[in-house]
């Protein structure tokens, strides 16, 4: 059997790809001008220009004063008009400080502020104050399109984030996805960014998976597979981010956070599915952190990277799946996104995005028909796509974790309790006992267990006899 790992490059030899997954401030450019007034914002059509990176920080603290905000906004417009910006702060500052709901004065200031073109002012004077519960949804998508107008894709994704709760219309959900494209798109026009050589704490190896993982184990899990035609389209699945609650700002995400197993497994299963869709030879990739933990990435990769990763000269792709998992607090997800790229242009063809704790769920078929790999094709195997995707996911986390340590890329402990994770698997197998890919997957996690000589409990090996099967 052909090795199934491909490193790039070996684990002793670390890449710095990793480091500009962390982002990097951008250099000033002109400023641009807003173009109007925006009471109930919808996204620029040219919201491309601008200077250095600005996050959104909480809103600061202020002492109560009475004052008559609507006579302080006309008169700040007025100074506005004649050019007199530093007259006009002043008295939005006044109003920052009454003891009043601020959601629609502040919705005016912004609004008046970008349409005469002080987008630096705008954001200076809000980033540290905004608060999207406080303040509304309208201030904050003038604040959103400031940022974009200033090509600062990091905010106006911090900020598109804290705002999207706030939505409940379908007609601001189309608007919030033109941000949602915007943001893409410059990401999209950045230049490639350096691979320095070895960055001090970011340093990873990648790991790619040619075949589902479950067929390693098994002596004939190559049998199981469809033929590929070789003109079939190449598709790499990248390692899928992990941002929110428990996970520190621009950091790798802990290994046992509730949310690691599924943001681990799923390229895994998205490139079983692929595996078995005639239109697809996929690839999926993991990697090791600097802990030598299994990887969470802490930024999705973009078109440019999975360029660099796989070379057109060498193993060139013709489509890239990366994504982001958002975490909720207490372990549930909040958001999932997709973004679907050609590779070979460097374009980024679609963004999917779905909201909640069941997003997973819904999102699922919705995905695999975009990329048309909803309808099983033939193959020697009974294939049916996963019942349910996120504990397949987690599923398939387990057994790539003993794969690797049976490969000696992680080590021996990382499988610890490996009686629980054998414990999934046949509790996954036995509640989807007429499906054959829960059945394989148990069976290649025992095979690596004997291979290792991990110790294999009765009950266990009992209910893997049970399961139907050839």
């Not at 030899?13 to 990097?24: H, I, N, P, R, T």
């Not at 200031?109 to 980033?127: N, V």
């Not at 939505?167 to 919030?176: A, C, F, H, N, P």
Request: proline share 12%; aromatic share 6%.
């Amino acid at each position: 059997m052909p090795s199934p790992v491909r490193r790039a490059p070996l684990p002793h030899e670390a890449v710095g790809f990793f480091a500009s997954l962390f982002g990097q401030k951008n250099s000033p450019a002109p400023r641009a001008a807003m173009p109007r007034p925006v009471a109930d914002p919808a996204p620029s059509s040219d919201p491309l220009a601008g200077p250095e990176e600005i996050a959104v920080r909480p809103a600061a603290p202020h002492e109560p004063v009475e004052i008559d905000i609507p006579a302080l906004l006309v008169e700040a417009r007025e100074h506005l008009d004649r050019k007199d910006l530093p007259a006009a702060l002043q008295l939005y500052e006044q109003i920052a400080q009454a003891d009043a709901d601020l959601a629609a004065p502040f919705t005016t200031i912004s609004g008046d502020l970008g349409a005469t073109g002080h987008l630096e002012a705008l954001i200076e004077f809000f980033a540290p104050r905004y608060d999207p519960a406080a303040h509304g949804l309208p201030c904050g998508l003038n604040l959103l399109q400031a940022y974009l107008h200033q090509r600062n894709a990091v905010a106006a994704q911090q900020l598109l984030d804290l705002v999207e709760p706030l939505v409940s219309t379908y007609s601001m959900r189309d608007r919030l996805d033109g941000f949602r494209c915007a943001i893409a798109a410059l990401h999209a026009a950045a230049p490639a960014e350096p691979l320095p050589a070895r960055p001090e704490g970011s340093e990873v190896s990648l790991i790619s998976i040619s075949k589902p993982i479950w067929t390693y184990g098994l002596p004939d899990g190559e049998n199981t597979l469809p033929t590929k035609n070789p003109r079939v389209r190449r598709l790499g699945i990248l390692p899928f981010a992990l941002l929110g609650d428990g996970v520190p700002a621009n950091s790798f995400a802990p290994p046992d956070h509730p949310l690691a197993a599924l943001v681990r497994g799923l390229p895994l299963a998205l490139a079983e599915a692929c595996w078995f869709a005639p239109a697809y030879q996929p690839i999926a990739t993991t990697g090791l952190a600097p802990d030598k933990n299994l990887l969470l990435s802490p930024r999705p990769f973009r078109g440019e990277q999975i360029r660099q990763l796989f070379p057109q000269e060498k193993e060139p792709l013709d489509f890239g799946i990366a994504g982001t998992f958002h975490a909720a607090p207490g372990g549930a997800v909040a958001s999932v996104e997709f973004t679907i790229w050609d590779v070979r242009k460097t374009k980024l063809l679609k963004t999917v995005r779905f909201e909640g704790p069941d997003a997973l769920t819904r999102g699922w078929p919705l995905l695999l028909g975009y990329i048309e790999a909803a309808k099983p094709g033939p193959a020697p195997l009974a294939y049916a796509l996963p019942a349910d995707p996120v504990a397949h996911a987690v599923a398939l986390d387990h057994v790539l974790h003993f794969f690797l340590v049976e490969k000696t890329v992680l080590a021996p402990e990382k499988l610890a309790p490996h009686t629980a994770r054998l414990s999934y698997l046949a509790e996954y197998a036995t509640t989807h006992s007429g499906a054959a890919v829960p059945r394989l997957a148990l069976l290649a996690a025992l095979q690596h267990c004997r291979t290792l000589g991990l110790e294999i409990p009765a009950e266990i090996a009992a209910a893997a006899d049970q399961l139907p099967g050839d």
